[in-house]
């Protein structure tokens, strides 16, 4: 171990790809409460700039993070209004 590094890593993680997600959201149901943007570990989403028919902003894909989704699905377990989820892309991958 080297001076200063703290933290063991598997000697393979470089050769790891984990899964790539599709998200989906449903603009209608969000009270852009935020709790998916604050959560998704790979900071994929951030709040649209319209809103739904009740005034809300909803959740979108950032600019450049269009591959970044790992299909955790964090974003659509912490949501109350159960209106945004994740579909994993066959054949694809993300890099750690
Ligand atoms: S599935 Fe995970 S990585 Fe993808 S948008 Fe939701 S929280 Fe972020
Ligand atoms: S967690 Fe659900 S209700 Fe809250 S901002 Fe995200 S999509 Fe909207």
């Given at each position: 171990?080297?001076?200063?590094?703290?933290?063991?890593?598997?000697?393979?993680?470089?050769?790891?790809?984990?899964?790539?997600?599709?998200?989906?959201?449903?603009?209608?149901?969000?009270?852009?409460?935020?709790?998916?943007?604050?959560?998704?570990?790979?900071?994929?989403?951030?709040l649209?700039?319209?809103?739904?028919?009740?005034?809300?902003r909803?959740?979108?894909?950032?600019?450049?993070?269009?591959?970044?989704?790992?299909?955790?699905?964090?974003?659509?377990?912490?949501?109350?209004?159960?209106?945004?989820?994740?579909?994993?892309?066959?054949?694809?991958?993300?890099?750690?």
């Amino acid at each position: 171990m080297l001076r200063g590094q703290s933290t063991r890593v598997p000697l393979d993680w470089k050769a790891a790809v984990l899964p790539q997600g599709q998200v989906y959201v449903i603009p209608s149901r969000c009270k852009e409460c935020r709790f998916c943007i604050d959560f998704c570990p790979r900071d994929v989403l951030t709040l649209s700039t319209e809103t739904n028919v009740r005034g809300y902003r909803y959740p979108v894909v950032a600019t450049g993070k269009d591959v970044a989704c790992v299909h955790c699905e964090f974003c659509s377990l912490v949501c109350p209004e159960y209106a945004i989820y994740t579909v994993e892309v066959a054949g694809a991958g993300v890099t750690p």
